[in-house]
Structure formats: structure tokens, C-alpha cells
């Protein structure tokens, strides 16, 4: 076993206890929000942990060549660029939908976003037509 | 150092744990995130049996599982919104 192997799996150890970090968030947390807000995070950390250190752990075995790193990479910068899109898109759906927030959330900063929006639209609505009618 | 064998038992068991979110969940969004979190430990679980059975070849066959699997939640999450 060389150093290029024990690297490896260390690695991919860290990354299977990220993996489980995941796993528990989606089961422990109260509600969607939380469980995405969890689960995510740590499913990408573990990503990256497993799939570099299967590449460098290639690199110190026998069969092992550069091309086993260079496709983990690939593999895992795809995954880091991927999992916080699908991430947000799957919490704009849920929000959208009306699940509401668990009745612990003190803040919920993206309606406040929306209703300041409508209320700057209001008046913006509202200031124009008494211009028209001034002129 | 523990083998490999043992990092492949507890990936399928962190897959398992996240089954019962798909099976329990009281909304579609909460089984729809337990599948995403589903499928990307299942990629790295692929990349790790290529290391096992020493074959390169598994390593397309869990990035094209990545893309196909973020393909696929996008395409809900946008049905759920209600734009498709």
C-alpha cells in the first residue's frame, strides 16, 4: 500500500460519512426546506470526497492510470455544478406549490422579496395614470 | 485502512436510509429531493464499483447517470411549478 492508495481512501471515508450526514438530514429534519437545506450540502461534500479519491486511489494500483483521474474529475466538477441547480429549482417548485414552512422557521426572507416587489409594481401602477391625467 | 468492500456496504446503506424519505414523505417535493439526494449517492457508488470490478468503463456509466438524473429533476421541478 502506498501513499497514493491510503490518500484515496481516505478520501472516499470522508466522503461515505458525508454521505451519511445526508442521509440522516433527509430522515432527522421537520421539513422540506430543512431536509433540502441539509441533505444537499452534504451529498455534494460526500460527492466530491468518493469520486476524487476513487481516482486517486486508481492512480496507486497497478491497473491504474491518469485516465482514471482525469474522468473523476470530470465526474465530480459536473456534479458540483448540477446539484445546487436541480437543488433550487426543486425548492422554488416546493415553495410555488404552497408547502408551507415549519411552523419553527422565524424567517422566510423570499416573501418578503415578493411582497416588496408587488408593492413597489403597485405603486409604480399607481403613479403613472395620475401623471396622464395631470398633463 | 478498512477495504473497499465495507465503503461499499455503507454507501448502499446511506441509499437505503434515503428510501425511506421516498416511501414516507408527506408531499411530492419531499420524495421528489429524497430521489435527487438518491441518485447522486448512487453515482458516486458507481464510481466506486468501477474501482472495485477494475474496469474504466464505469466511470461514463455513472457520469451519464448524473446527467440523466439531473435532466429528470429539473424536468419535475418545472412540472411542479406549473410551467410545463
Redesign the interface.
Known amino acids: 500500500?502506498n501513499a497514493l492508495t491510503?490518500l484515496g481512501?481516505v478520501l472516499?471515508?470522508i466522503?461515505?460519512f458525508f454521505?451519511?450526514l445526508?442521509?440522516?438530514g433527509?430522515?432527522r429534519m421537520p421539513d422540506?426546506y430543512n431536509?433540502?437545506q441539509t441533505?444537499?450540502k452534504s451529498?455534494?461534500l460526500?460527492?466530491l470526497g468518493?469520486?476524487i479519491g476513487?481516482g486517486i486511489?486508481?492512480l496507486g494500483?497497478d491497473?491504474g492510470s491518469a485516465?482514471?483521474l482525469t474522468?473523476?474529475v470530470?465526474?465530480a466538477v459536473?456534479?458540483l455544478l448540477?446539484?445546487p441547480?436541480?437543488?433550487h429549482?426543486?425548492?422554488?417548485?416546493?415553495y410555488?406549490?404552497g408547502?408551507p414552512l415549519w411552523e419553527g422557521s422565524v424567517m422566510d426572507k423570499y416573501r418578503e422579496h415578493i411582497e416588496a416587489k408587488a408593492k413597489a409594481l403597485e405603486a409604480a401602477e399607481s403613479e403613472t395614470p395620475e401623471e396622464g391625467g395631470e398633463e | 485502512?478498512?477495504g473497499i468492500n465495507v465503503?461499499l456496504a455503507?454507501?448502499a446503506i446511506?441509499?437505503l436510509?434515503?428510501m425511506?424519505?421516498v416511501f414516507r414523505g408527506p408531499?411530492t417535493?419531499?420524495r421528489?429531493?429524497?430521489v435527487?439526494?438518491m441518485t447522486?449517492?448512487t453515482?458516486?457508488l458507481m464510481?466506486?464499483f468501477?474501482?472495485y470490478y477494475?474496469r474504466?468503463i464505469f466511470?461514463?456509466v455513472?457520469?451519464v447517470y448524473?446527467?440523466l438524473a439531473?435532466g429528470g429533476?429539473?424536468a419535475?421541478?418545472?412540472y411542479?411549478?406549473?410551467g410545463l
Open positions: 500500500m491510503a481512501e472516499v471515508l466522503g461515505t454521505y451519511f445526508s442521509a440522516l433527509l430522515i422540506v431536509r433540502m441533505s444537499t451529498a455534494t460526500g460527492s468518493v469520486i476513487v486511489w486508481a494500483t491497473f485516465a482514471w474522468k473523476t470530470v465526474i459536473f456534479l448540477t446539484n441547480i436541480s437543488a429549482a426543486l425548492i422554488r417548485a416546493a410555488k406549490s408547502i | 485502512m478498512i465503503y455503507l454507501i446511506a441509499t436510509l434515503s425511506y424519505r408531499t417535493v419531499d421528489l429531493v429524497a435527487d439526494i447522486t449517492i453515482a458516486g464510481v466506486l468501477a474501482l477494475e474504466m466511470l461514463d455513472a457520469l448524473a446527467i439531473f429533476v429539473i419535475f421541478a418545472r411542479m411549478e406549473g
